[in-house]
């Protein structure tokens, strides 16, 4: 997926984007379903948080597939932008159903008295990485001492995560504030900067000299693309619930095998995507998307034990304004169970 450098929020982001009432939320995006009086028959609209991506290639395969159809579904995909509220709208009923791109945000929406819960995980492993290069790499938590990173305001929490994680001292580093740019690591103004694995385009200009560290290699292992739903919602229209994800699943094992088609969906649904930029990302988000984890357990697994660490982490760091949300109000396993025979085990 090409994102700029979203990932997790600091405490003071979420707590000033949620707001009081209804919680003003996180660039996402949302799937709202709404029943039709007919049996069986539903809308889905899938409202991004951000342009349309190679995030969505599961949901546009299956909707070209006819897997939607197959389950009395229609689906609509609204392209988002930064003032799309996707955790808010999910939280307030105007959606049922919604994806975003990290899960932290969830926690501290749920924190925040949002009854919003996870349902699935998009990407087995978060995609958010610290490059730097030969001439100065940083292969290893313990090479980032001494160093100067740039990373973006809200992901300066998943650096201090790793630095915890990992017995480095905040003093130990120079941390600097950016946006998107890569450009100040080639010259050399900083030694590490941030981004997506997966934004291939933003990252042509670090060529081959690139050294990669993944978040979830250092030891910090989020998930991202979580679907998550409310409380109501999973109560009232489980079967409504299920269906989707099941069209989704359906989806996402069709890009696996048919990765060329896949991309040419996408481009001819979105026309100002760059079709060899895709061709070239397709196999990383597919891999993101399937591992030995969806192997054994399907496409769209995840475990209480991970969910468990990550609120361990950040209420150790203090990133929770209220008390530390249980695992059981952030997570839930049902719906996996419940679809269990339509997510394909691939890895």
């Excluded at 028959?41 to 991004?48: I, P, S, Y």
């Amino acid at each position: 997926m090409t994102k700029a450098t979203d990932t997790g929020s600091s405490r003071r982001d979420v707590l000033k984007v949620l707001g009081a009432a209804t919680g003003a939320a996180f660039a996402g995006n949302l799937i709202s379903i709404d029943r039709a009086l007919a049996a069986g028959d539903g809308k889905v609209t899938m409202q991004l948080g951000w342009l349309a991506s190679n995030g969505i290639l599961g949901e546009v395969a299956a909707d070209a597939q006819g897997f939607f159809a197959e389950e009395g579904l229609t689906l609509e995909i609204v392209p988002g932008g930064p003032n799309v509220d996707g955790v808010a709208s999910v939280a307030s009923g105007r959606a049922n159903l919604g994806s975003i791109s990290s899960s932290p945000s969830l926690m501290l929406a749920r924190s925040q008295g949002l009854p919003v819960k996870c349902i699935a995980a998009g990407y087995q492993q978060h995609p958010f990485t610290y490059f730097s290069l030969e001439r100065n790499p940083v292969r290893e938590p313990k090479d980032m001492i001494g160093k100067k990173i740039a990373t973006n305001g809200t992901a300066r929490i998943l650096l201090q995560a790793l630095l915890a994680k990992n017995g480095i001292s905040e003093d130990d580093v120079e941390v600097i504030v950016m946006g998107s740019d890569m450009a100040p690591l080639m010259t050399g103004q900083v030694d590490v900067v941030t981004g997506w694995k997966t934004n291939t385009s933003a990252l042509e200009i670090l060529g081959d000299e690139r050294v990669d560290m993944t978040l979830w290699d250092a030891g910090i292992r989020l998930y991202a693309n979580p679907y998550y739903v409310t409380d109501s919602t999973l109560q009232d229209n489980p079967d409504m619930v299920a269906a989707m994800l099941r069209a989704v699943a359906r989806g996402w094992a069709w890009v696996h095998d048919n990765r060329e088609q896949a991309v040419d969906l996408l481009v001819e649904r979105y026309p100002n995507m760059d079709r060899e930029n895709e061709l070239k990302t397709v196999d990383m988000v597919v891999d993101y998307s399937f591992n030995e984890a969806t192997a054994e357990n399907g496409w769209g697994t995840m475990t209480r034990e991970n969910w468990q660490e990550q609120i361990d982490a950040y209420d150790s760091l203090g990133q929770f304004e209220k008390d530390a949300p249980a695992v059981d109000e952030v997570m839930t396993l049902s719906v996996l169970e419940q679809t269990a025979d339509a997510r394909a085990k691939l890895g």
